[in-house]
């Protein structure tokens, strides 16, 4: 069956069928805290300290023995304990120590009084309890929040910087992470000219390679660009073959749908095996995936050919490669926020594709959630995707939505806000 004609592959199948595929690099690194940050940890991270590393502390007060520390009970003030300088001697009966928020607990003390429920007698070193301690109070337990040996971040987990915040707090230096993704890029067409040249008739700007570029960015990949390639069939072989060689993944743009110039199809074919060339979605249906360096052992690539209309490839980008790269790159997969809204208007949409539209939703004070449409849903208008928020997600055999229908909203990702 040739390509023009061969069945288009339903958008969940297609997304079920890369990640089958698709395992991550065993391959990790050990880097410091300080370059960690959207890292893949390699590893379970345990803390080596408990978190509080003593009892200490909530508030500032008294630190007392709640037998002795009633209402109108008189307690000698015989120190002060402050973080970081510990209050040495043994509390005894009728006694209390000034202690600040942080503090050690001093050895016989079971209770914090806080100072607003004393009355303090500075001249007498003294003070009088107003409110009564009970044993455990305003004390913050010595692993209370995290004990020593427990897995503080699970393998898998892609570092935040609460994250980072969390590690240096437990006193970790340096983390083992997966090693970064490596993703080759480049372009295709004679009709395409770098930003910042002049146009000829019948030329536009290259703008697809700069949105997946600063997409990539995003995702914290290694990037290799390899520019615009005219179409030439052995100049895109050769950079395919270079790409395999050097990267875990190749994202080109254009020259995946049906025309006579689009020579990419014959150089997959020449270089790789290629497991589908079209999804049943809109925008977005001319897309490709397979493996580049297959047919040679330990050389290869993982293929992504996203179709040549910008809105096009963002929309493949975001929705069928980022969870094939997050899936390469080691990371836990989690579930992409998905609501369902109330239709401000109505949608157009034919049966037959899953319909990514880009919308705007909000929140209506007196009802429930809303979306509308963002504009021209054309996929060379990239200008409404700068005006939208989310994507309004039509099922494949769902036709036109009238206002008021009930609308999956998929809120733009980080890749594309």
Partial sequence: MSNATAPMMPFDDAIATMLAQVSASESSETVPLTQALDRIAAEDIVSPIDVPGHNNSAMDGYAVKAGSAQVGDELKVIGVAAAGHPFAKELGDGECVRIMTGATIPTGADAIVIQEN???????????????????DNIR??????????????????????????????????VKVKRKLTVAIFSTGDELVAPGAPLESGQIYDSNRYLIHAMLQRFNADIIDLGRLPDDLGKIKDALSEAASQAD????????????????????????????????????????????????????AWFFGLPGNPVAAAVTMDQLVQPVLIQLAGQQPTASPVFNAAADEAFKKRPGRADFQRATYWQDPQGPLKVKSAGSQSSGVLSTMKSANSFARLEQQRDSVAAGETVEVLPFSELLR
Avoid: C, Y
């Avoid at 010595?142 to 609460?162: C, N, Y």
């Avoid at 979605?281 to 050389?299: E, L, S, T």
């Fill in 141 to 174: 337990l010595q692993g209370a929040d995290i004990k020593l040996g427990h897995a503080v971040i699970a393998t898998g987990e892609r570092l935040s910087p609460v994250d980072i915040g969390l590690l240096a707090s437990l006193g970790i230096a340096e």
């Fill in 118 to 136: 004393v009355t303090a007698n500075t001249e007498a070193g003294a003070i009088t309890i107003n409110q009564a301690a009970a044993v455990g």
């Fill in 249 to 300: 993944a190749i994202i080109t743009s254009g020259g995946v749908s049906v025309g006579d110039a689009d020579h990419t199809k014959a150089a997959l074919d020449a270089l790789g095996d290629v497991g589908f060339w079209k999804v049943a979605m809109k925008p977005g249906k001319p897309f490709a995936f397979g493996r580049i360096g297959a047919k040679q052992a330990d050389n290869g």
